[in-house]
């Protein structure tokens, strides 16, 4: 059974948006990456959708011709940002999830250009680079730079023909290559404790990401303000999030919950799934992982998140390598305030625990999440790839300092 549910706006939005969106009940549409135009979608009912999947982004990093290019990515439903590349490497903000990077033809002929451009790539290695310039500025000169600077296409920033074109390649391309995740959990926080940076990588790469959480915590803190920090989180960490309201510490195995998962489950058509173990002392955490077992039965990969409960018999064999977003998972978990006075959230926590698990990668990563494998099947040769620690980049020096910890 579903129910019909209005639609609003949202993208970025600020606290006290989210705060009337929460006290109107009113919830924003797009299950998947869309090409512009608005449209409604339905949820189950005794589901909210809070944050609706993000609209595609894009930067516009030098100085050209924006009076086409502008309008035609409002057409296409493609947020665009027009910001220096100092200001976006200089701040914590989420930079990873840009999936078109438009430069100019000054850029490609720089060396520091070329250099800060590829800092920009590292925080966006799903980014797709336009070079845009007057079509008779287009030289062979100027196309060999731009190759070698990893532009992937170059359009005439007065061609509106053309400009529309490569853009709307760019994100269908996107839209084929990348994975659908759901992350299940019983309370707000238990994914992003669990999976977050697992999950922030997945963004990292351009997948889709999507979170469940089943109850709105109710035992554990304020109700109200628990939804307003899941609701935060998912919109910092480019995430859809769906919010049932099943009761917190009683969350039952059966079946209202398993067609719960299974109806979202339809909705988003995950390729890989990230739930709670078995091996967990809360009964609710226990509760998801029967049903979720249950109503998964289709997705070809599904993996165990370690939750602070989770008892000496957690066995993961997999693990993800999360050096480039451990910085990142530590400011997401920052953000459920009335949970600071846990101690698993301290950052110095959220730190050692990744550090340990990153033994089983070492030397290749510092910092790891571990995993169950619960289903893993063999992947056709039509489906995209998944996120997995074969195509780990070099560990990176992870600011300690900055997180507020003592190295
Ligand atoms: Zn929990």
């Known amino acids: 059974m579903v129910a019909e549910t209005p639609h609003v706006r949202r993208n970025q939005m600020t606290r006290g948006e989210l705060a009337d969106g929460a006290a109107s009940g009113q919830v924003s549409a797009g299950l998947h990456r869309q090409s512009g135009g608005d ?75 070329i250099h800060t451009l590829r800092e920009v790539l590292a925080l966006n290695p799903s980014a797709t680079i336009i070079l845009l310039c007057r079509k008779e500025l287009m030289t062979p000169p100027l196309l060999v730079a731009a190759m070698q600077a990893g532009v992937s296409d170059v359009a005439d920033c007065r061609d509106a023909i053309a400009l529309s074109t490569s853009i709307e390649r760019v994100l269908r391309k996107a839209d084929t290559r990348a994975e659908r995740v759901l992350a299940i959990g019983a309370h707000p926080d238990d994914v992003e404790i669990g999976c977050g940076g697992t999950l922030l990588d997945h963004r990292r790469r351009g997948d889709l990401v999507s979170v469940l959480t089943l109850s709105r915590g109710a035992v554990g803190g ?130 050692a625990s990744a550090r340990y698990w990153a033994r089983n990668l070492a030397p290749r990563a510092r910092y790891a999440e571990p995993f169950e494998i619960l289903r893993s099947m063999t992947r056709t040769p039509t489906q995209p790839p998944t996120s997995s620690t074969s195509s780990l980049k070099p560990a990176p020096v992870v600011n300690i300092h900055r997180l507020g910890v003592e190295a």
Do not use: W
């Open 39 to 113: 449209h409604t979608v339905s949820v189950p009912a005794g589901v909210e959708l809070r944050v609706a999947a993000p609209q595609p982004m894009a930067l516009l990093l030098d100085q050209f011709d924006r009076t086409l290019l502008v309008p035609t990515l409002d057409r296409l439903g493609c947020t665009h940002f027009d910001r220096p590349e100092a200001e976006l490497l200089g701040e914590a903000q989420p930079l990873n999830n840009f999936e078109l990077i438009f430069i100019g033809a000054a850029r490609v002929s720089d060396d520091e250009g």
């Open 222 to 351: 304020d109700q109200s303000e628990r939804i307003l920090e899941s609701t935060a989180t998912a919109v910092s960490m480019g995430a859809q999030l769906f919010l049932a309201d099943l009761p917190d510490t009683c969350v039952d195995p059966g079946v209202e919950t398993i067609r719960t998962i299974e109806e979202i489950v339809r909705m988003v058509d995950p390729t890989v799934i990230y739930v709670h173990s078995k091996n967990d002392n809360h009964q609710d955490h226990r509760a998801v992982h029967i049903a979720a077992m249950s109503a998964t039965r289709g997705v070809p990969q599904v993996f165990a998140f370690q939750s602070p409960s989770a008892t000496n018999d957690f066995a993961p064999t997999r693990f993800v390598a999360i050096d480039e977003v451990i910085v990142r998972k530590v400011e997401v978990l920052g953000i459920f305030e009335s949970q600071r006075h846990r101690s698993y959230l301290e950052p110095e926590m959220v730190i």
